[in-house]
């Protein structure tokens, strides 16, 4: 029997946070797992790689990695170098102001940029770096080219709260204090990545969530290529919800979440929605919106036991199993 194909869509922790609980289902279900991932990050070190020598914003790619890296103690440490972020100037191990380059950096989107630079497609640059890590599935971006991501929020000047205004970049929107009404990409139609488009369409299940609603899941569905074959594909789709709102997505319920999802692509069907049961607040307004989307809710503690908002990756993996082996 084949392996169960999984394409996980997302960006930054919550695409790691899913990784890593699908990291947990391989024991029991024998998965071929592809992350595709956001490039519109324009933030910290990817920001300043980005602006500095062009190409794809490395860290969002990075975390993905790191989520799939196997578990031989060598190439754990090398997930560990690749997290390594080089010590402020104010620290006296940075080395003073020659070091001041290399600060705020980490290792890995160091490495993630000059594979790219060395092999002149990030494609083959990802894959050479998750050979590097034992990685136990591949990672992939959503467009060979990098996107910024584009919002109209209305509130964003707190002194004007009616008044709506263009927020540019992925930054400026995860900190947005005011409302999301609108998102685009520029440019307005990113060339898919083949290789992601193909997994998509071979796959068994698409997984969105958990993450950043605006900036990280959404971006996906505004790629045209990408969009048009989640639609198109044979899988099964599963939404996994977050636990809180995010600044972004601030004074949005959960079932405002998943009507965003139709809003953005209005063909999209969805078999499975997954939530925390003790997060999930109004669960009757949930399944409505879930059911809107042709999809089941289904409630399990996914969430880590500490009372932070956090999915614990083995618990949000025992709670895949019994969805993704169906009908196996």
């Given at each position: 029997?084949?392996?169960?194909?999984?394409?996980?869509?997302g960006?930054g922790h919550?695409?790691?946070?899913?990784l890593?609980?699908l990291?947990?289902?391989?024991?029991?279900l024998?998965?071929?797992?592809?992350?595709?991932?956001?490039?519109?990050?324009?933030?910290?070190?990817?920001?300043?790689?980005?602006?500095?020598?062009?190409?794809?914003?490395?860290?969002?790619l990075?975390q993905?990695?790191?989520a799939?890296?196997g578990?031989?103690?060598?190439?754990q440490?090398?997930?560990?170098?690749?997290q390594h972020?080089?010590?402020?100037?104010a620290?006296?191990?940075?080395?003073?102001?020659?070091?001041?380059?290399?600060?705020?950096?980490?290792?890995g989107?160091?490495?993630?940029?000059?594979?790219?630079?060395?092999?002149?497609?990030?494609?083959a640059?990802?894959d050479h770096?998750?050979?590097?890590?034992?990685?136990v599935?591949?990672?992939?971006p959503?467009?060979?080219?990098?996107?910024n991501?584009v919002?109209?929020?209305r509130?964003?000047?707190?002194?004007?709260?009616?008044?709506?205004r263009?927020?540019?970049g992925?930054?400026?929107?995860?900190?947005?204090?005011?409302r999301?009404?609108?998102?685009?990409?520029?440019p307005?139609?990113?060339a898919?990545?083949?290789?992601?488009?193909?997994a998509?369409?071979?796959?068994d299940?698409?997984i969105?969530?958990?993450?950043?609603?605006?900036?990280?899941?959404?971006?996906?569905?505004?790629?045209?290529?990408?969009a048009?074959a989640?639609?198109?594909?044979?899988?099964?789709?599963?939404?996994?919800?977050?636990?809180?709102a995010e600044?972004?997505?601030?004074?949005?319920?959960?079932a405002?979440h998943l009507?965003?999802?139709?809003?953005?692509?209005?063909?999209?069907?969805?078999d499975?929605?997954?939530?925390d049961?003790?997060a999930?607040?109004?669960?009757?307004?949930?399944?409505?919106?879930?059911?809107s989307?042709?999809?089941?809710?289904?409630l399990?503690p996914?969430?880590v036991?500490?009372?932070?908002?956090?999915?614990?990756?083995?618990?949000?993996?025992a709670?895949l199993?019994?969805?993704?082996g169906?009908?196996?």
């Open positions: 029997m084949r392996p169960v194909r999984v394409v996980a869509f960006g919550g695409l790691s946070a899913s890593r609980a990291r947990h289902c391989v024991p029991e024998d998965l071929d797992i592809t992350a595709v991932v956001t490039v519109g990050d324009d933030g910290g070190s990817s920001g300043r790689l980005r602006a500095e020598r062009g190409g794809l914003p490395p860290g969002d990075r993905a990695l790191v799939l890296a578990d031989h103690p060598a190439t440490r090398t997930a560990g170098l690749f972020r080089f010590a402020t100037a620290d006296p191990v940075a080395g003073g102001a020659a070091a001041d380059v290399l600060v705020g950096h980490a290792v989107n160091l490495v993630l940029h000059g594979l790219m630079e060395l092999f002149g497609d990030p494609v640059a990802l770096a998750g050979a590097m890590l034992g990685a599935g591949r990672v992939l959503m467009s060979r080219q990098p996107v991501i919002a109209r929020v509130g964003a000047d707190p002194d004007r709260p009616d008044e709506a263009t927020v540019r992925q930054h400026q929107v995860a900190v947005t204090t005011g999301v009404e609108a998102l685009r990409l520029t307005v139609a990113p898919a990545c083949a290789e992601a488009v193909a998509v369409r071979r796959a299940w698409l969105f969530g958990p993450g950043s609603w605006y900036t990280s899941v959404l971006p996906h569905l505004l790629v045209p290529g990408l048009d989640i639609v198109s594909s044979p899988a099964r789709r599963l939404v996994t919800l977050n636990l809180v600044k972004e997505t601030l004074g949005l319920s959960l405002d009507d965003t999802l139709r809003r953005y692509l209005s063909e999209l069907k969805v499975m929605v997954l939530a049961s003790k999930v607040g109004d669960p009757v307004a949930v399944e409505g919106a879930a059911e989307l042709g999809a089941r809710l289904v399990a996914i969430a036991r500490d009372g932070t908002p956090r999915h614990d990756p083995a618990a949000l993996g709670a199993v019994p969805v993704l169906a009908d196996r």
